[in-house]
């Protein structure tokens, strides 16, 4: 009769355990959840010291992939003209050309450059050649802002 109640309060022991790690990692997948920022393209740039070095999740659709490698593309805000440049972070090594003219989600670290660096990255863009002709996403390619993406995915409808 000891042994059976021994074993029955081990058990809920053992449960209210279980139930504890449980609530706990509950609550750290909800506190990394409140950690990633949504927001639009248009947000970000509209304010963005209030994003930078956090983490965002933006989505719209790439308009192109730099096919030298495949470490940056480029995505439209919803207003059919705004750009920004999302570059290649965490475990994404490419991104693959096949996304372009695809809707995609991203998510990753806002980052502006200070004056320095913008400068050096614009020059050393204007020093290889990346394309023939102008392209639309030129201007978000000079710019001192951009999204290290730690993951994508593409948004399928």
Same mark, same amino acid.
């Given at each position: 009769?000891?042994?059976?109640?021994?074993?029955?309060?081990? /058990?809920?022991?053992?449960?209210?355990?279980? !139930?504890?790690? =449980? =609530?706990?990692?509950?609550?750290? !997948?909800?506190?990394?959840?409140? !950690?990633?920022?949504?927001? #639009?393209?248009?947000?970000?740039?509209?304010?963005?010291?209030?994003?930078?070095? =956090?983490?965002?999740?933006?989505?719209?659709?790439?308009?192109?992939?730099?096919?030298?490698?495949?470490?940056?593309?480029?995505?439209? /805000?919803?207003?059919?003209?705004?750009?920004?440049?999302?570059?290649?972070?965490?475990?994404?090594?490419?991104?693959?050309?096949?996304?372009?003219?695809?809707?995609?989600?991203? =998510?990753?670290?806002? #980052?502006?450059?200070?004056?320095?660096?913008?400068?050096?990255?614009?020059?050393?863009?204007?020093?290889?050649?990346?394309?023939? #002709?102008?392209?639309?996403?030129?201007?978000?390619?000079?710019?001192?802002?951009?999204?290290?993406?730690?993951?994508?995915?593409?948004?399928? !409808?």
């Amino acid at each position: 009769m000891q042994r059976m109640f021994l074993l029955v309060v081990l /058990a809920v022991f053992i449960g209210s355990c279980n !139930q504890t790690a =449980k =609530k706990e990692s509950k609550e750290t !997948q909800v506190t990394e959840m409140e !950690q990633v920022i949504s927001a #639009t393209i248009e947000e970000l740039l509209a304010q963005p010291a209030d994003y930078v070095g =956090k983490e965002v999740a933006i989505s719209g659709m790439v308009t192109h992939v730099c096919s030298h490698g495949g470490q940056k593309c480029f995505v439209l /805000a919803s207003d059919g003209e705004t750009q920004i440049r999302i570059v290649t972070g965490g475990e994404i090594d490419e991104f693959k050309t096949s996304l372009e003219g695809s809707n995609v989600a991203f =998510k990753g670290v806002f #980052t502006v450059l200070n004056k320095l660096e913008t400068d050096e990255h614009v020059e050393d863009h204007d020093s290889k050649e990346h394309h023939s #002709t102008e392209m639309a996403h030129t201007e978000a390619e000079k710019a001192e802002y951009f999204i290290e993406a730690v993951d994508y995915r593409e948004i399928t !409808q």
